[in-house]
């Protein structure tokens, strides 16, 4: 167990003669989501949006991302005072599976600017640095690390698990062992990171905790909400 999150890969793209979005806003207009075929990939594994060129600038991009991903994190305490954030480190592309599914995504989206670009297109990457298309492997596993970026989808982190299990912070109603009253109910409880947005999941694990919570004050039977079985 350990947090997740999407592994995300932004290649920004000098397309000449562009014409900028009219809104001013940078946003994705087309999403290409896509299976790799790849020996530890899954159905939907792959997901390349593009982001447009906004007014005063010549630069739109591709945010490349992981749908599927297996690299863990961590999440730790670091002080008894409240205030403190807690640590986290995604640890992305720890995991070789990983680095073979974003070597997969970013060569097809070099491949995407070859063939549906004009010709004199320029890849950059964040910090404004050109990039060669046909680097090799190695070259473009070390590019792949030094840009990979969280995507704001972070989960998992926080095991549930029957009594007993040394591992699991949360029975298996989301309670915190050792701490009267409190459960957690957000995407940190995920097992594994969904391959979507988080949103919906974690609405579905709210909606469940709060049946759980109205169950116990004895709300079910009142019929202020549905039993659950």
């Known amino acids: 167990m350990g947090v997740q999150d999407h592994s995300g890969f932004e290649i920004l793209l000098r397309v ?13 207009n087309c999403t290409v989501r896509y299976s790799s075929g790849l020996p530890d990939g899954e159905f939907g594994d792959l997901l390349i949006t593009d982001v ?3 007014a005063g600038s010549d630069v739109g991009d ?3 991302k992981l749908a599927l991903d297996y690299s863990r ?5 670091t002080t008894r005072d409240p205030s403190v954030p807690p640590t986290v480190d995604f640890n ?7 680095i073979a599914l974003s070597r997969h995504c970013l060569r097809h989206a070099f491949e995407i600017v ?3 670009f004009p010709a004199r297109t320029t890849i950059l990457d964040a910090a404004g640095r050109e990039v060669d298309p046909g680097m090799g492997t190695t070259e473009l596993d070390a590019w792949a690390a030094s840009i990979v970026r969280y995507t704001a989808h972070a989960a998992g982190g926080v095991a549930i698990g029957a009594d007993g299990d040394p591992n699991a ?8 062992r050792g701490v009267e009253g409190l459960r957690v109910a957000d ?10 947005n988080t949103h919906l999941p974690a609405i579905m694990v709210g909606e469940r905790v709060a049946d759980w919570i109205a169950r116990d004050r004895g709300l079910v039977a009142h019929g202020l909400v549905s039993a659950v079985a």
């Open 16 to 28: 000449p003669d562009g014409t900028p979005a009219r809104s001013n806003r940078r946003r994705g």
């Open 52 to 54: 447009n060129v906004v």
């Open 62 to 64: 591709l945010l490349c």
């Open 73 to 77: 994190g961590s999440v730790r305490i």
């Open 92 to 98: 992305l592309l720890t995991d070789p599976r990983d």
């Open 114 to 116: 070859r063939a549906g």
């Open 169 to 176: 912070s949360l029975d298996t109603e989301c309670r915190v």
């Open 187 to 196: 995407a940190s409880v995920f097992p594994i990171i969904p391959m979507a």
